[in-house]
């Protein structure tokens, strides 16, 4: 799939959304952002996440902020197993300490890349959960990352 636009809705299971806050806060518990992504198969106007990814990354704490860097062995091993397993990289997701906001090195360096895809930021380190007021969602335009509303995440069921 070459692009995620006409994606409408993100459709993904309550297993795949508790695994996802389980990996934030277990890291921001230590004080330290991680990025969850999501990949899945697009049926229609819907992408269906069925897989939650937590690649190898390396986080840190500078005098500018946290930051988390994926590494180009670790996505090549993801880009392996999304082409065996049929699936798409959707979304990525990641917590910050205090409010959720897309920063310049959010902008600047995201790992979903393709045009449609969906950056979700989650507040307090998601100890508050995942999606709940507060977070921030955005998809990836030619403008580049534009902010979108958070009910383009739905919960299966």
């Given at each position: 799939?070459?692009?995620?636009?006409?994606?409408?809705?993100?459709?993904?299971?309550?297993?795949?959304?508790?695994?996802?806050?389980?990996?934030?806060?277990?890291?921001?518990?230590?004080?330290?952002?991680?990025?969850?992504?999501?990949?899945?198969?697009?049926?229609?106007?819907?992408?269906?996440?069925?897989?939650?990814?937590?690649?190898?990354?390396?986080?840190?704490?500078?005098?500018?902020?946290?930051?988390?860097?994926?590494?180009?062995?670790?996505?090549?091993?993801?880009?392996?197993?999304?082409?065996?397993?049929?699936?798409?990289?959707?979304?990525?997701?990641?917590?910050?300490?205090?409010?959720?906001?897309?920063?310049?090195?959010?902008?600047?360096?995201?790992?979903?890349?393709?045009?449609?895809?969906?950056?979700?930021?989650?507040p307090d380190f998601a100890r508050r959960g995942v999606l709940v007021p507060g977070s921030a969602a955005y998809r990836?335009?030619?403008?580049?990352?534009?902010?979108?509303?958070?009910?383009?995440?739905?919960?299966?069921?």
């Amino acid at each position: 799939m070459n692009s995620l636009q006409g994606v409408a809705r993100f459709i993904v299971s309550p297993e795949q959304l508790a695994r996802t806050q389980r990996a934030l806060r277990k890291a921001g518990r230590a004080g330290y952002e991680l990025f969850v992504l999501w990949s899945g198969i697009a049926m229609e106007e819907e992408i269906h996440v069925r897989t939650c990814h937590v690649p190898y990354q390396t986080s840190s704490k500078t005098r500018s902020g946290l930051l988390v860097r994926v590494e180009g062995q670790a996505l090549h091993e993801l880009n392996i197993w999304l082409y065996e397993h049929g699936e798409t990289l959707a979304a990525q997701v990641h917590a910050h300490p205090t409010r959720a906001f897309h920063s310049d090195t959010d902008d600047t360096y995201p790992i979903v890349t393709t045009l449609g895809g969906l950056s979700l930021v989650v507040p307090d380190f998601a100890r508050r959960g995942v999606l709940v007021p507060g977070s921030a969602a955005y998809r990836l335009s030619p403008r580049g990352w534009d902010p979108v509303a958070l009910d383009v995440i739905q919960i299966a069921g």
